[in-house]
């Protein structure tokens, strides 16, 4: 069973920065993609930052420029660094995996366990 392990988040004032991080653990034969959610109270849970595996990288607009996603393939790892926070990046941040169990699996969706983002004004 795949199980995704997030830490980094915390309470951060304006204009600082945090570093995010989820670690998978289990087996994965081939990890199709890798990315960070949130979910901001009374809103719906949006994409912020994916990986796709031998494609590159995808962020919502309002994180360009300012949050980087990478992956250390090694640990199966993907981080999050975000800097120049703003109180609108207030949310939980959840981490995703796309990834297949074989090579003609079919691909499953696991999510992490969500790490709470507060950026004071």
């Known amino acids: 069973q795949v199980q995704l392990v997030e830490s980094g988040g915390g309470l951060v004032q304006a204009g600082g920065s945090l570093r995010l991080s989820c670690a998978a653990s289990?087996?994965?034969?081939?990890?199709?993609?890798m990315g960070w959610y949130r979910q901001a109270p009374g809103k719906q849970r949006e994409l912020v930052a994916i990986i796709v595996s031998n494609v590159g990288t995808n962020y919502a607009d309002s994180v360009k420029d300012r949050f980087t996603i990478s992956r250390d393939s090694t640990k199966n790892t993907v981080y999050l660094q975000m800097n120049s926070l703003g109180p609108e990046d207030t949310a939980v941040y959840y981490c995703s995996l796309v990834g297949r169990a074989g090579r003609t699996a079919t691909p499953k969706d696991y999510w992490g366990q969500g790490t709470q983002v507060t950026v004071s004004s």
């Open positions: 289990g087996y994965i034969f081939r990890i199709d993609t």
